[in-house]
Structures are given as C-alpha cells and as structure tokens.
C-alpha cells in the first residue's frame, strides 16, 4: 500500500462554479507532509484496521487510503505537525471503518430481504468495533516494550512463558512489563471512555510486581 493514488495537485485545489467564476481556492496537504504522516503512522493505522475487519487486508488497506485522503483534504487537522496527529488520524479511520460495516450490513439485509426486527437478538459488531480502534489507539502511546508485552499476553492469548519465548526477554521481565504496561494503560483508557479500562486491574495482576527488566530496557 502507498500514498501514490492519492491526488497531486499541489497545495490548492479550484474547480470553476457553474457561472464560470473561480470559488475561492481550498488548501490541502502538501505531499511532503502526507507522506509524512504515511511514514510515522501507516503501520499503526493498518495493524488497527486489521483487527477491526477480522483480517481483511484489502478493506485494512481501503480505510487507511481513505484516511490519508481525509488528512489531505484537511491540511488544519495536521497543523500541529505529523508527528501529533495519530489521534486525529484513528479517529477518522474509525468512523471510516464504522461507516463501511454499516453499509456492509445494509447490502446483506437487501440481499437477504430481513427485516430490523429479525436483527434484533443479532451480534451487533460495532461497539467490538469502536473498542479495538480506541485499544490501538490507546497502545501506540506506550513504549514499544510495554506494548509488545501486552499485545503477546492480551491480544494474542499467549500464556508468560510463551511471550517470553517470543520476545526472546526473561518470563520474570514479561511480568513486570505487563504490570506497568497496565497500570500505564488504564488512565488512558479511561481519558477516552473506553469499557476495556474496567478490566485493567485484573489484567494487572497476570504479571504481578515483578522485579523490573534485566535487559537494560528498564520495566
């Protein structure tokens, strides 16, 4: 995926009005920032679109395009610079992704002909949705090795010894990680409303105290 089919047309872009007079010009990102925010941010935004969509690689890669063009398309969004925008840019992919669940789902009750009512009892992917977007989110504020800890034990179910297999650190860093990893994570899920905060202190306690890294990383 790249930002290549996205429209390069400068700074500015004027279509004529009907009456043949110019409309005002509207700004839009300069490439140089785009491919900016491509280069700090596109991982980021495609692993949390792959959890969204269950895997879908190709709908991941749409959303993130879509996402790009949004912040091309509103060069005020990124004013405080690349490097402050993920926020701004998992929430548009969010609302993206949530837009294009619902329009799924529309096609398949037209092409199935149900009725709301027989969708009433029906899982309902949406709110799954929102907590995965503000989960990522929440993860790319910590340290990369608070993260990796949390994604190897909570996300991937691996039990401590498996993760730390995985990560190639002692199972007693794992645990420590994890406990700081947690405690750093719940105010932030808090600060954004998310339900996964609640479990946060029981998650805590899969790793305990611990006694701190011992590969110079630190806890």
Not at 92 to 108: E, G, K, L, P, T
Request: net charge negative; with cysteine.
């Amino acid at each position: 995926m790249s930002i290549d089919t996205i429209p390069r047309t400068g700074n500015t872009d004027v279509t004529a009005a009907p009456d043949g007079t110019a409309p005002p010009e509207r700004a839009t990102l300069d490439q140089h920032t785009l491919a900016e925010l491509y280069r700090l941010h596109g991982g980021y935004l495609l692993r949390a679109m792959l959890r969204a969509t269950s895997g879908d690689r190709g709908k991941a890669e749409d959303i993130v395009q879509e996402t790009l063009l949004r912040a091309w398309q509103n060069p005020a969004a990124i004013r405080r610079g690349p490097e402050h925008s993920r926020p701004w840019l998992f929430t548009v992919a969010r609302r993206i992704a949530i837009d294009h669940f619902r329009m799924q789902s529309a096609r398949a009750r037209e092409v199935f002909d149900e009725s709301a009512e027989e969708h009433a009892g029906a899982h309902d992917p949406y709110d799954e949705l929102l907590e995965a977007c503000d989960m990522a989110v929440a993860l790319a504020e910590l340290p990369d090795h608070h993260r990796d800890v949390l994604v190897e034990l909570h996300m991937k179910g691996r039990s401590v010894a498996e993760a730390a297999a995985v990560l190639g650190i002692p199972a007693g860093t794992v645990k420590s990680r994890n406990f700081y990893a947690v405690r750093a994570l719940r105010p932030i899920l808090e600060a954004r409303g998310t339900d996964a905060a609640g479990g946060a202190d029981a998650d805590a306690g899969t790793g305990g105290t611990g006694t701190g890294g011992t590969d110079g990383t630190g806890p």
